[in-house]
Structure formats: C-alpha cells, structure tokens
C-alpha cells in the first residue's frame, strides 16, 4: 500500500507482519491466505469482539459476500472457533455449494431482499454483520436485518455512507482495514504475526482449511489482466492466485 513491488519476484517484510507457512500447504495454497486471514481474523475478533469458544449461542452473523476470499475464511473461522450461528450469501448455485462447504449453518442469495431471505431460512434478525461487498448498496437492508444494538462491521471503501441511518437501533459501525498496523506501525503490529501462525496451526491441523480458489499460472501482465478482470467481474470463488515468473 505505502509503496510499490508487489508483484516483484523478491519483496522485503517486516517480521512482525508475516508468519509461518502452514507445513501441510503448497506455496500456492498458502499464498491464498495471508491477507484475507488477517482482515477475517481482525474483524471477527478485535473489531466485533467476538469470543473464541465453542457450543452454540445466542448470536448470529450475516456475512454478505461469503464466497469471496476474505468471506471464505470468516466463514470457517466464526464456525469453527466461536458459538455464532452463521449465515453467508451468495448468489450463484457454485459459491452457494462454496459457502455451504465452508461451514455455514445457513446460505442466503443476496440477489434477493435480505429481510425475505432471512425469514425463508427462520430468521427475522441478526446480531452481528460483517459487509465485505457493495455496503452502500445494501446499507437499507443491513440495517433492517440487524437487531437493536447490533454490530455492523465492513471492509469495502463506499463513496459515501449515511451513518445516521444506525442511530435509532443505536448500532455500532466498525471498520476493518488490515494494513492499519502497518502503514502506521502500531505498537502491537506483532499481532499479525501471532495470529497468522495461530492460522497456520489450525491449517495444519484439519480445523480449517485454503481459501485458494483458482490458480491464474505465472506471474505476468496477461495473467494479472486476466485474474484482475476476474475479481472486478465479482464472480470470484475464495482467493485468485499467480505463482512464480
């Protein structure tokens, strides 16, 4: 983000930004994961502060764009390591099945009026929901499927958002952008670190598993071009990625 050679074949990091590969991964199946575990993880767990634990609870999460690459792994993570009920959408019968097999207790088509979708599922609201696609489009139903004094959490970059539209419910808005740590050099960068071989071990462990979703070849400007098209066309299943030159 603060400065360029991201597609070079070498890259300085800093430790406390990366960890350990997953020992049972390819580099390719590895590389899928990084960032979106860090958005996933810093979302579900520092900006909406859910517990980890297991059972079953009282809470939910609506996850809107759930066969993407971060929607993918937060998925598996909230089901996994938390007591949340969760909900994804998706919108075509391929990433339906994708988020199904991720975990989802139950998949949504967000095609369709959220409010009429979570009723057909026996759901009239939710107690959390992480937006990770086209938040301004769909803030009207958010806040509609949100219960009062829920938690909306988002990762997109809308032109604008008329926030007053979360003060009757008295909602919380919370913003996850994962090179905030980073790009300022906070004090407790290292998290990154930490969670990432936490990710790595429940990867090694069967708990969860890659977000890699297609595989676009060598990394050059026609592949680029081409996987780039793919994620704009938002048809997009898990994480694209481009391996060696």
Same mark, same amino acid.
Request: hydrophobic share 40%; net charge neutral.
């Given at each position: ?22 020992? /049972? ?10 960032? /979106? ?48 009920? +969760? ?39 939710? /107690?959390?929901?992480?937006?990770? /696609? ?106 694209? +990625?481009?391996?060696?030159?």
């Amino acid at each position: 983000m603060t400065r360029p050679g991201g597609n070079s074949e070498l890259h300085v990091v800093d430790e406390r930004i990366v960890g350990h590969m997953p020992k /049972t991964l390819s580099f390719a199946h590895a590389a899928a994961l990084p960032l /979106t575990a860090i958005t996933a993880w810093e979302l579900l767990f520092e900006r909406l502060q859910i517990a980890q634990q297991k059972g079953e609870g009282s809470h939910s999460l609506l996850i809107v764009g759930a066969a993407g690459g971060v929607g993918s792994i937060l998925t598996q993570l909230a089901r996994q390591l938390t007591t949340l009920k +969760v909900i994804g959408t998706a919108s075509r019968p391929e990433t339906e099945s994708w988020v199904r097999e991720l975990g989802a207790h139950e998949v949504l088509n967000h095609s369709k009026p959220l409010s009429e979708e979570l009723k057909r599922v026996g759901l009239n609201q939710v /107690t959390h929901v992480a937006s990770l /696609t086209q938040t301004e489009q769909h803030l009207d139903q958010l806040v509609e499927a949100l219960k009062p004094q829920g938690k909306l959490a988002l990762i997109d970059d809308p032109k604008s958002l008329d926030v007053s539209k979360l003060k009757r419910k008295s909602l919380s808005l919370h913003w996850e952008f994962m090179y905030t740590r980073s790009m300022f050099e906070t004090e407790d960068m290292i998290e990154q670190h930490n969670l990432l071989n936490r990710v790595a071990d429940l990867i090694d462990a069967g708990t969860l598993k890659t977000t890699f979703g297609e595989h676009f070849g060598s990394i050059n400007a026609e592949n680029l071009r081409r996987a780039h098209a793919l994620l704009e066309s938002g048809k997009a299943k898990g994480k694209v +990625v481009l391996e060696g030159f």
